[in-house]
Nanobody, 120 residues
Framework: VQLVESGGGLVQAGGSLRLSCAASGSIFSINDMGWYRQAPERQRELVAVISSIRSTNYADSVKGRFTVSRDNGKNAWYLQMNSLKPEDTAVYYC???????????????WGQGTQVTVSS
């Protein structure tokens, strides 16, 4: 499985960006498609995740500003980021966790990362 991200860049505070992630290879129907970020000298943190039944979970810091969505037909998922703040500056990674069965172990895949920089 390979993940390819796109959509990062430089934006002013208050602006918007949309990140995309496309997966290729063997994708199982039971999966979580997520976004993580890592700022300099900080640990990687969960930003948002959407499950195969489309339940979502967001970090408190992005609730109400970011929206995660998915397109199963394209094996793709997205992160719409609005009202961006300088503290959102980080490398954003897409993540796929999947399993053949809920009784089996989950496999974990990462994108290459894309830089998001929000200027004040």
């Amino acid at each position: 499985v390979q993940l390819v991200e796109s959509g990062g860049g430089l934006v002013q505070a208050g602006g918007s960006l949309r990140l995309s992630c496309a997966a290729s290879g063997s994708i199982f129907s039971i999966n979580d498609m997520g976004w993580y970020r890592q700022a300099p000298e900080r640990q990687r943190e969960l930003v948002a995740v959407i499950s195969s039944i489309r339940s979502t979970n967001y970090a408190d810091s992005v609730k109400g500003r970011f929206t995660v969505s998915r397109d199963n037909g394209k094996n793709a998922w997205y992160l719409q980021m609005n009202s961006l703040k300088p503290e959102d500056t980080a490398v954003y990674y897409c993540n796929l966790k999947q399993t053949r069965s809920v009784l089996k172990t989950w496999d974990d895949y990462w994108g290459q990362g894309t830089q998001v920089t929000v200027s004040s």
